[in-house]
């Protein structure tokens, strides 16, 4: 796994029952997503460029701890798999302090051309890229 996010949790982030409401671990994992399509070679020129895009279709979050205000958070990333057109992804958010993990998210990205809205092919450097984070994440 790589690192691809690292904040703080700030009491703007609190819900009513004193922990970091749900919307903010979603902003964060997205965050990181966009680290790791990053390192595949999905930038922000390439999809300035190319006209692609990505949208997240499947997104399953498990919270395992409350996060709090002043918690140091760190993310570390890794490719379960690389499709044709989509990106399986894998993130475990931790306490950077502890080591605790506070939760986990598993997605899925599918990559499409922006002017027709349809689903096209990842290039295949992502693929490539993807091999080498998954081979080094040691995951069978």
Not at 44 to 59: H, K, L
Not at 85 to 92: M, N, P, Q, R, S
Not at 112 to 119: I, L, T
Request: proline content about 1%.
């Amino acid at each position: 796994m790589i690192e691809t996010y690292r904040g703080v949790v700030y009491p703007i982030h609190m819900d009513h029952m004193g922990h970091m409401n749900v919307q903010h671990y979603v902003a964060r994992f997205d965050e990181a997503t966009w680290h790791l399509c990053s390192r595949l070679g999905l930038t922000s020129d390439y999809f300035r460029d190319s006209g692609n895009g990505m949208a997240a279709v499947r997104q399953t979050i498990e919270y395992v701890r409350e996060a709090h205000a002043g918690n140091l958070l760190v993310i570390q990333s890794s490719v379960e798999k690389v499709d044709q057109k989509a990106l399986h992804l894998h993130h475990e958010m931790n306490n950077a302090e502890t080591g605790e993990v506070l939760a986990n998210a598993s997605m899925i990205g599918v990559h499409f051309n922006r002017e027709s809205r349809r689903a096209c092919a990842l290039p295949n450097s992502v693929g490539e890229l993807g091999k080498e984070l998954f081979d080094a994440s040691g995951i069978e």
